[in-house]
T-cell receptor, first 111, second 117 residues
Framework: KQEVTQIPAALSVPEGENLVLNCSFTDSAIYNLQWFRQDPGKGLTSLLLIQSSQREQTSGRLNASLDKSSGRSTLYIAASQPGDSATYLCAVTGANSKLTFGKGITLSVRP | GAVVSQHPSRVICKSGTSVKIECRSLDFQATTMFWYRQFPKKSLMLMATSNEGSKATYEQGVEKDKFLINHASLTLSTLTVTSAHPEDSSFYIC?????????????FGPGTRLTVL
């Protein structure tokens, strides 16, 4: 059974700092990996999707990497801003086309 | 593109009543829709997968007679929580995917907050 782990559960950083959010998964037989953002009481916003054949994806200040063999992904946020404060969820799509989510990392960027 | 809507966004009901939540794909055809449930500070838990025109496939531990799912068209799926009880209070999120597109990406709705009194 696939398990996705995100540690730590919460992170607080000062504005302007570059930061890395980590995600690990137990079964490397994945179809793709996605990073999502969730604001309190809201749905999910897809940030980046990395296919299993890819190593990284970039969008603006965000860069996500995937190392399928070691079961790890990182989300790099450059020059963090208070507006980046949210919960970041990592999810993998398995061969059964189902998404398995981590519990998320709640990020707070202090002005 | 790839917008998914949910209605209602928030609902409060009395114990014992039934509540219907709608999930619509606005600008693409959703061959598959997924229903998730999220408890506070917990990850999303997949409840069921539905393919258009077929019966939904429920995850282990999810009561199919309590959570009725209908996916009658390529743009609409509904989740009906029957005889709701306080323990059914949760945040319900749907997602949709066009299975004919190779990326397999799921697009998520904004969620529905259900409170059962």
């Amino acid at each position: 059974k696939q398990e996705v782990t995100q540690i730590p559960a919460a992170l607080s950083v000062p504005e302007g700092e570059n930061l890395v959010l980590n995600c690990s998964f137990t079964d490397s037989a994945i179809y793709n990996l996605q990073w999502f953002r969730q604001d309190p009481g809201k749905g999910l916003t897809s940030l980046l999707l990395i296919q299993s054949s890819q190593r990284e994806q970039t969008s603006g200040r965000l860069n996500a990497s995937l190392d399928k063999s070691s079961g790890r992904s990182t989300l790099y946020i450059a020059a963090s801003q208070p507006g980046d404060s949210a919960t970041y969820l990592c999810a993998v799509t398995g061969a059964n086309s189902k998404l398995t989510f981590g519990k998320g990392i709640t990020l707070s960027v202090r002005p | 593109g790839a917008v998914v809507s949910q209605h209602p966004s928030r609902v409060i009901c009395k114990s014992g009543t039934s509540v219907k939540i709608e999930c619509r794909s606005l600008d693409f055809q959703a061959t598959t829709m997924f229903w998730y449930r999220q408890f506070p500070k917990k990850s999303l838990m997949l409840m069921a997968t539905s393919n258009e025109g077929s019966k939904a496939t429920y995850e282990q531990g999810v009561e199919k007679d309590k959570f009725l799912i209908n996916h009658a068209s390529l743009t609409l799926s509904t989740l009906t929580v029957t005889s709701a009880h306080p323990e059914d209070s949760s945040f319900y999120i749907c997602s949709a995917r066009d299975g004919r597109i190779g990326s397999g990406e799921q697009f998520f709705g904004p969620g529905t907050r259900l409170t059962v009194l």
